[in-house]
């Protein structure tokens, strides 16, 4: 199978959409992403994010592949994981302490910053509606994110997220007492989990 075979492979796997990190994965020089977007098979939609002319592009992959290092998170991470109906206008997403959101913001980005420990913690691969793999907060992360920061968001959303989440088959007592423990968030949570 040549280069080109292989990018196009990846390309109708991805719903029409590449990066420079999946062709270095499977061996593929970048000069042949070039080639293609000079011969017109596919548009570049950002450094190193490549689509083909006819795909309809997914902004949530877009966006991470542009800030590999941002997590989807908060109201974001509530419509990912189901715990909300509400599609959020703007995105949000949690970097690391030391990364500089500068770009982010600019993007549209609602930017959070945790330490790098913690950061890393509850990190899920969730598919979007438009079919695509992006890196998201589990509910148990999110629900104590939204915990945390339940003062500067809507109080509906709030609400909804956390009787979905109780209603949940998918919540675990291991989960939501490690998350607990680790954000200190004892009382608040046993008086909404009653655990």
Known sequence: MTAIEKIKEILTKNDGVITTAMCNREGIHKQYLLNMVKNNEIIRIARGVYSLPTAFADDMFLLQAKHKMGIFSMGTALFLNELTDQTPINFSMTFPQSYNTKNAINDGVKCYIQETWFYKLGIATIRTPFGCMVRVYDMEKTI????????????????????????????????????????????????????
Do not use: V
Request: glycine fraction near 4%; charge should be positive; hydrophobic fraction near 40%.
């Open 144 to 195: 104590c994110d939204i915990l945390k920061n339940k003062n500067k968001m809507d109080i509906s959303m709030f609400t909804n997220a956390m009787k979905r989440y109780s209603e949940s088959n998918l919540n675990s007592l291991f989960g939501r007492l490690n998350m607990q423990r680790l954000w200190g968030l004892s009382l608040k949570c046993a008086n909404i989990w009653r655990c």
